[in-house]
């Protein structure tokens, strides 16, 4: 059973910025890609940004510019730097890892941007 455990979540003033660390229970180098998700309330849940076994890097245009999506193999952690934060970057942000048989998540957790 593949365990995602995400952190680094919190409140922060806009243009602030939070680094995120989801820290996988296994080896990273056997996951196709992994990625980034949020769900603010009433919302969908939406892709932020994935990075793939190759360090291919995929974003939403919502968060280009802002937002870094990197990967410790060494470490079996993925991040996403979030800087500029926005009062619409609020929300639970949760950690995906697909490998050829399934995709696994992580539990979230909360970002909030507010003054």
């Known amino acids: 059973q593949v365990q995602l455990v995400e952190s680094g979540g919190g409140l922060v003033q806009p243009g602030g910025s939070l680094r995120l660390s989801c820290a996988a229970s296994?080896?990273?180098?056997?996951?196709?890609?992994m990625g980034w998700y949020r769900q603010a309330p009433g919302k969908q849940r939406e892709l932020v940004a994935t990075?793939?076994?190759?360090?291919?890097?995929n974003y939403a245009d919502s968060v280009k510019g802002r937002f870094t999506i990197s990967r410790d193999n060494a470490k079996n952690t993925v991040y996403l730097q979030m800087n500029s934060l926005k009062p619409e970057d609020t929300a639970v942000y949760y950690c995906?890892?697909?490998?050829?048989?399934?995709?696994?998540w992580g539990q979230g957790t909360q970002v909030t941007v507010s003054s």
């Open positions: 995906k890892a697909n490998d050829l048989w399934a995709e696994y």
């Open positions: 296994r080896s990273i180098f056997s996951f196709r890609s």
């Open positions: 990075i793939t076994s190759a360090t291919s890097t």
